[in-house]
């Protein structure tokens, strides 16, 4: 494995929930493959979970780690190609991304959308340019469109809690005070749509994600609706991509509460976090027994780990 953006990078999915589990039934059973092997972390945004959960996998598999925070620990970069750098910024990512190759083995980039340009972010501009130019592997932290750490953590966590062979999975948009990237419910619905579920996406008219990921997805308009029957409520807000960037609603009816979570088989509820708790969710909800969020979080350490243990073990080829 070269790199780690989409569901496909991965292969089979059974194969990877297998080899996900193994890692998470002994965590240091592979500590040789990354003996003398760095991995470089590089954050254009702010993290927590996707930063510790990625170096507590790096360190189990026995590797070395580097952070590199843009903007922060180095020079702001430059990405656009052909222009006179005559501002803030005084590196070119083109002369950034292959000196940072030459300190590892794998990339790590997390680099938001910026909503400034809807073809820039989807055409990934940012993390295409460290696959190019860096000469190593390269996973996605999360990027301006997809978020797939996190979607394989939410699948290895919905096999870990299912109580069915196929359940019910809804994806919900809830309400949010700011404007935010896609990526998550883009990622979330591209591994479901790959996965063994029965899978809904729930939100309000305008906010329909780009058809490439939504391609033969159930759409429901009506949340209650929606919610009937689910095993699993993952909630999630994100803004529009037909009026790129922009929050149409604020419609507090979206919030997922326990009236809602009552129309459900029993759902488990997800959320990746950080959570605007009575926006996104109320704090019953959360806090309740069915609340997966913490188990979510902890499988990010699994999912980071399966991955990077798979492209160690390219490097051995």
Request: include cysteine.
């Amino acid at each position: 494995m070269k790199r780690f953006l989409k569901v496909s990078d991965i292969g089979d999915l059974k194969q990877a929930l297998k080899d996900a589990f193994e890692v998470k039934n002994n965590p240091y059973a592979f500590t040789d493959l990354g003996k003398n092997k760095t991995i470089i972390l590089v954050f254009f945004n702010s993290s927590l979970r996707t930063r510790l959960s990625t170096q507590k996998a790096a360190m189990n598999l026995g590797m070395n780690v580097m952070v590199l925070d843009i903007n922060k620990d180095g020079w702001k970069l430059e990405t656009e190609m052909g222009v006179v750098m005559d501002s803030d910024k005084p590196e070119h990512i083109k002369e950034a991304v292959p000196v940072i190759g030459q300190y590892c083995d794998m990339i790590g980039v997390r680099s938001f959308a910026t909503f400034e340009n809807k073809e820039d972010d989807y055409s990934e501009k940012v993390i295409n340019q460290f696959i190019e130019y860096s000469g190593v592997p390269v996973i996605s932290l999360e990027s301006a469109t997809v978020h797939p750490l996190q979607s394989f953590a939410d699948l290895i966590t919905i096999e870990e809690y299912k109580q069915k062979e196929k359940p019910k999975v809804v994806l919900t948009w809830a309400p949010h005070p700011r404007a935010l990237p896609q990526a998550v419910a883009n990622s979330f619905t591209e591994w479901m749509k790959e996965a063994d579920v029965e899978f809904v996406i729930t939100h309000p008219e305008g906010y329909e994600l780009a058809d490439e990921f939504t391609q033969g997805v159930t759409v429901e308009y009506d949340q209650r609706k929606a919610f009937e029957g689910a095993d699993f409520i993952y909630a999630k807000n994100w803004s529009s991509y037909k009026d790129y960037g922009q929050v149409k609603c604020e419609d507090r009816d979206w919030t997922v509460d326990e009236e809602k979570m009552a129309l459900t088989n029993n759902a488990k509820f997800m959320h990746c976090l950080p959570v605007r708790r009575n926006m996104i969710v109320t704090d019953g909800v959360i806090e309740s027994d069915n609340s997966l969020v913490v188990q979510e979080a902890a499988n990010r350490v699994v999912s980071a780990q399966t991955v990077i243990k798979r492209m160690l073990e390219s490097l051995e080829k």
